[in-house]
């Protein structure tokens, strides 16, 4: 398979009229894409929910093999949205997770799963994707590798497009890496609480600490050397559809320092696919790179995955979905080691819980069909999401699956 999942463009979204939708264009597109939906569906707890938009009330119910769309309110659960947030998650540019994560779910009866299950039923139908059912994601390359850097990119691809994600091990120096660890106390002083591109995040003896430095390329000339070197770009060429490094300057890498026992704020996230607040169908995949300034395991902060969870339409976050056949994988690291994930793999950092540890952060994307249309959407949302790394949290030595 290609990682190239976009089945969308921006500038050809269009205003949704919440009863034409429920009234017409929804019943259509469930009828039509009912093979992609049942199996699914059929192992999904669907609940009767009502979607309530400015005030007017529509039940979806699951029925043996089928789903109804009926005008009024009944069943366990029911959320209340705007028109914009309806417009917003059948274009396929929000999710419930952002509205969970920015405290705009407005819930009255049931909860985020209710709304999670149902969101896989709306997602089949209006992008023609299979909902995940038990036993359709296989591999043919294994689970677990680790590369180095004289692999080929073709071994490389093909693993990444079977298991959503790469180990390479050894792509910097102990040296490289030691420079970039040097760069943290220098770049910390320009970062300070309230700037977007500082994340804080308060352990259990009450210190806030700075967690996350944001354009850290800024105040490290030995992090932009990094990343501008071929061994690095290579990266952007293995999926083989035109990847390049789309995060403006300023913005191209963010520096992670894990700190042990964080009781508030966001160090660690729990399990999510990148594209979780919404957007896959115009951007997945892109590949988001970790650089492993200090290594890391079990104890320190390591990455985890879930194999094959790019190839599923499953709930993506915050946790691993209840009952899903595919089994999280851990990715320890040594220093100078790369991770590599897809947008759409479900993945979450470990708590630490004997010693910290500092990670890069940094990626390649597709180039919008639309750059323009895009921008205008992501700037849009980025009012909303940008209170997501203040309201998502998880004890040390979580797991969530
Ligand atoms: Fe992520």
């Known amino acids: ?34 093979a992609l939906i049942a199996p699914g569906a059929s192992e999904l707890r669907l609940v009767d929910f009502c979607i309530e938009t400015d005030g007017e009330p529509w039940t979806l119910a699951w029925n043996d093999d089928r789903v109804s769309v009926t005008p009024g309110h009944r069943g366990e659960a029911r959320v209340r949205l705007d028109a914009a947030q309806l417009s917003d998650i059948v274009n396929d540019q929000s999710t419930p997770v952002a509205l969970m994560s920015n ?40 689970l677990r590798r680790s590369f180095t850097p004289g692999d080929s990119d073709e071994s490389m691809r093909a693993f990444l ?15 490289e890496m030691a420079a970039v660890a040097a760069d943290f106390p220098k770049a910390a002083p320009h970062y300070e609480k309230g700037d977007p591109k500082a994340w804080f995040a308060t352990t259990q003896d009450g210190v806030d600490r700075l967690v996350r430095m944001e354009g850290f390329e800024r105040y490290s000339e030995a992090t932009v050397q990094l990343i501008d070197d071929e061994r690095f770009r290579r ?18 890498v963010g520096a992670l320092s894990k700190p042990i026992g964080v009781v508030k704020g966001i160090s660690d996230v729990p399990w999510h696919k990148d594209c979780s607040l919404g957007r896959h169908s115009y951007e997945c995949c892109s590949l988001t ?14 990455l985890r995955v879930v194999p094959g969870s790019h190839r599923a339409l499953v709930w993506p976050a915050p946790c691993v979905q209840p009952g899903l056949d595919l089994e999280p994988v851990d990715l ?39 750059p323009e249309a895009a921008d205008l959407n992501r700037q849009r949302l980025q009012a909303v999401r940008s209170k997501t790394h203040t309201s998502v949290s998880q004890e040390p030595g979580y797991l969530g699956d």
């Open 1 to 34: 398979m290609s990682v190239d999942l976009r089945t969308r463009v921006d500038s050809e979204q269009v205003p949704v009229d919440a009863g034409l939708f429920f009234r017409e264009l929804l019943p259509l597109r469930l009828a039509e894409h009912r």
């Open 103 to 142: 405290k705009l779910l407005d819930m009255p009866e049931g909860g985020l799963p209710d709304f999670l299950n149902w969101w896989l039923v709306l997602r089949a139908a209006l992008d023609g994707r299979r909902i995940h059912a038990r036993g359709d994601v296989t591999f043919s390359n294994g």
């Open 161 to 175: 497009e079977d298991a959503g994600y790469l180990h390479i091990r050894g792509l910097f120096s102990e040296a």
């Open 235 to 252: 990266i952007g060429s293995i999926p083989g559809i035109g990847h390049t490094q789309v995060r403006k300057p300023g913005a191209r």
């Open 289 to 302: 790179v970790g650089i492993s300034v200090t290594g890391a395991d079990a104890d320190s902060g390591q």
């Open 332 to 370: 320890p690291t040594g220093v100078g080691d790369v991770t590599v994930h897809l947008s759409c793999t479900l993945h979450m950092s470990q708590p630490p819980v004997h010693r910290t540890r500092k990670v890069l952060y940094t990626g390649f994307g597709q180039r919008a069909a639309d």
